[in-house]
């Protein structure tokens, strides 16, 4: 299963940097070409984007927030080999660029180096502690690398500065799972439900707790639901889950 809910995560972390810095460069034709890689990037057009950051970059070579979204644009484009360039460029002007080390890890966590992505984002939060999709992304990380408790520690700490996300608490129902707890699962599952009904895979994560507790027929009308909603593309993995779990318990007695 994906947890990275990886462009909402990077449209958030592009916005919040590019707003703030758009007026980086005093040389008019730089700032120009920046301003054209930020209007790119933000309307979705990361190929686009990277040239004209490219641009920008040529003309001032220590503009840092230039580096930064060209390696957003870049893992846009699956340019991971790219945008961790970028992102080390950016870290050669200022090694304590919160935005630097978080969009690296980032990139690490994609290419599954998981290590480097768990130094980033731990050196990220020393200079932005207040940042909730820092702790959020290296719980999805130690998740991925079936490190239960500690995704859960992260994604505890991500919701006292984010409280009632629901990717969040999606994903916190997804370290409850792996720890064998049900019920908090469930709860997990239900505030999203709550929040923003059309979350799909948080009725697949409801089935799974039902389903541990012991819940057949409320378990699968959570899972006839999921494969009714989940997307055909990105979820094509679990859809095929669904419908062997869904066998599977009607064929039970």
Known sequence: MRKYLFRIILSLAALGLLLGTA???PEQDAKEAFE??????????????????????????KLLEAYVNRGIAEMSLSLWADAVGDF????????????????????????GVFDKALAD?????KFAPKDWQIFYNRGNTYLDMKKAKEA??????ALKLHPQAPEILHNRSLAYLALEKPEPALADADKVIQLKADYARA????????????HKYEALAAYR???NTGDPDAD???LQKTLERIKALEASK
Request: net charge positive; proline share 4%.
């Open 88 to 111: 080390d460029q950016a870290l050669e002007l200022n090694q304590k660029s919160p935005e630097a080390l978080y969009n690296r890890g980032l990139a690490y966590s994609r290419q």
């Open 225 to 227: 639901h999921f494969l």
């Open 203 to 214: 009725y697949y994560s409801r089935a799974q707790a039902l389903e541990k507790l012991g």
């Open 36 to 61: 054209q890689g930020v209007a790119a990037l933000t309307q979705g057009n990361p190929t686009l984007a990277v040239e004209k950051f490219t641009a920008a970059l040529k003309i001032d070579p």
């Open 236 to 238: 094509a993995s679990l």
């Open 121 to 125: 984002y731990t050196q990220a939060a």
């Open 23 to 25: 007026g980086a460069t």
């Open 152 to 157: 859960l520690k992260d994604y505890n700490l």
